[in-house]
């Protein structure tokens, strides 16, 4: 019942910036968590930003710390991820993630950044 649907993925050098979008759709009441995640060919899935609407806390995975910028709009339903600096080995398919009250664990389809050196 709920949808994912990101955008702004691409290619861009390395030192530059990138802004993810992942618009939430459908039947969810409440959103607990909302953030991106991503994973790299032969890497595991992991935690780029979340941001933990319970709690009030955003969590960054230690890569992305002082680099990424995560934000909500709360009247669009709508989660940015701001990619500044660029580098190399950010290079991985981002994938939306989204945690609501009628729904748990959802996914977007994924969007591909590419950052070449």
């Known amino acids: 019942q709920v949808q994912l649907v990101e955008s702004g993925g691409g290619l861009v050098q390395a030192g530059g910036s990138l802004r993810l979008s992942c618009a939430l759709s459908?039947?969810?009441?409440?959103?607990?968590?909302m953030g991106w995640y991503r994973q790299a060919p032969e890497n595991q899935r992991e935690l780029v930003a979340i941001?933990?609407?319970?709690?009030?806390?955003?969590n960054y995975g230690d890569s992305v710390k002082g680099r990424f910028t995560i934000s909500r709009d709360n009247a669009k339903n709508t989660v940015y991820l701001q990619m500044n600096m660029l580098k190399p080995e950010d290079t991985a398919v981002y994938y939306c993630?989204?945690?609501?009250?009628?729904?748990?664990?959802?996914w977007g389809q994924g969007t591909q950044v590419t950052v070449s050196s």
């Open positions: 941001i933990i609407t319970r709690v009030g806390r955003t």
């Open positions: 459908g039947t969810f009441l409440s959103i607990n968590a």
């Open positions: 993630y989204a945690d609501t009250r009628l729904s748990r664990d959802n």
